[in-house]
């Protein structure tokens, strides 16, 4: 069973930025695939980074793409999100996620974190 415990959200004005952190507990962290996903206020949770075992691989929806970098620390057991030139529209819980598998379907992801709100004024 993996624990994870995502921090870092918060309230930022648009062009600003954050980074979230996902520190995980109870497995073998570099086994697991880990991703980020959000979900913004009448939305269904959406993909946003996912990164390989040990950061060979990473993916980024379009929303994204250069504005977002997914990291992780293997020794810190830990996974990354700098956020970037952020948007209103970027405006969600943010959730870490650990699957065993390379992949960006949410349903795929075994474990994850409680979610911490981003926040984007304009």
């Known amino acids: 069973q993996v624990h994870l415990v995502e921090t870092g959200g918060g309230l930022v004005q648009a062009g600003g930025s954050l980074r979230l952190s996902c520190a995980a507990s109870?497995?073998?962290?570099?086994?697991?695939?880990m991703g980020w996903f959000r979900q913004a206020p009448g939305k269904e949770r959406e993909f946003v980074a996912r990164?390989?075992?040990?950061?060979?691989?990473?993916s980024y929806a379009d929303s994204a793409k250069g504005r977002f970098t997914i990291s992780r620390d293997n020794a810190k057991n830990t996974v990354y999100l700098q956020m970037n030139s952020l948007k209103p529209e970027d405006t969600a819980v943010y959730y870490c996620?650990?699957?065993?598998?390379?992949?960006?379907?949410?349903?795929?992801?075994?474990?994850w974190g409680q979610g911490t709100q981003v926040t984007v004024s304009s």
């Open positions: 990164i390989s075992w040990r950061g060979s691989s990473r």
């Open positions: 109870g497995g073998t962290f570099s086994t697991y695939v």
């Open positions: 996620a650990a699957c065993r598998t390379i992949t960006t379907i949410e349903k795929d992801y075994e474990y």
